[in-house]
């Protein structure tokens, strides 16, 4: 006798409207803690429960954001610069510094892990850096390198290489030691370990040291911008202090807020292109 046997399935994809559903979900939980917040900001506002000076109407903040992206009176935008200008300046700033960050960061936290004579005398000055607030040391990069956008860079590489550095390091100091004496007994050199098996092992590490570095560099940004620091985003919020344009601060925040996610976002979508075995076994 013939026995019939079902062949196991795999399991239907999602119907489309599910994952329309999904999606909408997902916006949604994006979208809902915004208005809640702007319904509470318009509240208050209209309320009226604290002077305009200190929380500026929506309606305000608006006008402030039209006002930065076209002409008007013949002026370009403020402070003679468009807002994408002023948000392109700081950006760049920071791709400089974080870019060099990474390009130091890396085969510093590798040295650091790898060789212990190194790291003894080395390590402690990294440490000493990370705990240094921006603004301890700006005044000083100002005389050494001018208020162009040379100390601008270099107080953002400082703020970024740290956690860079010690992200590296930690990703590299847990390699298992089993496999370190694997790849030594096939002949591999201490580089070609440190190449081929440490630093792929801390990649994870290393995009969340990285995270970390970009958003150092942004709460970073106002201070590096306070001097000749128009065009840049954070130019032009400290430079609402001189004439109490609370709009135009409140303006640069939620453009600095929102530009810091979408940065965040980027380097998540990169850490599942480049370290795709993350959270594997």
């Avoid at 001097?227 to 985003?233: L, Q, V």
Wanted: aromatic share 10%.
């Amino acid at each position: 006798m013939f026995t019939f046997q079902e062949t196991p399935q795999s399991p239907a994809p999602r119907s489309a409207p599910r994952q329309v559903v999904t999606g909408l979900g997902r916006v949604g939980r994006v979208l809902l803690p915004i208005a809640l917040f702007g319904a509470f900001w318009l509240l208050v506002t209209e309320l009226q429960i604290w002077d305009e000076l200190f929380v500026p109407r929506p309606a305000a903040v608006w006008e402030r954001f039209v006002q930065s992206v076209t002409t008007h009176d013949g002026n370009r935008g403020l402070s003679d610069h468009y807002l994408w200008e002023h948000l392109w300046a700081s950006l760049r700033r920071i791709l400089y510094g974080v870019g060099w960050a990474i390009v130091v960061g890396v085969p510093l936290g590798l040295a650091l892990a790898t060789v212990k004579p190194f790291a003894a005398v080395v390590e402690p000055f990294v440490n000493f850096v990370r705990s240094l607030p921006p603004l301890a040391y700006f005044s000083l990069l100002i005389i050494w390198f001018g208020i162009d956008d040379t100390s601008k860079i270099w107080l953002l590489f400082l703020a970024a290489v740290a956690p860079i550095t010690l992200a590296v390091v930690s990703g590299t100091r847990g390699v298992r030691q089993d496999a370190l004496d694997a790849a030594r007994s096939m002949g591999a050199s201490r580089l070609q370990v440190a190449l081929d098996v440490q630093l792929p092992a801390a990649l994870p590490d290393l995009v969340v040291g990285i995270r970390l570095a970009i958003g150092f560099a942004w709460t970073t940004i106002v201070a590096a911008e306070t001097a000749n620091g128009i065009p840049g985003i954070g130019g032009l919020a400290w430079s609402t202090k001189k004439f109490q344009q609370t709009d135009v601060a409140v303006l640069c925040i939620i453009v600095i807020g929102i530009t810091a996610i979408l940065l965040d976002h980027l380097v998540k979508v990169l850490d599942r292109v480049f370290v795709p075995w993350r959270g594997k076994a």
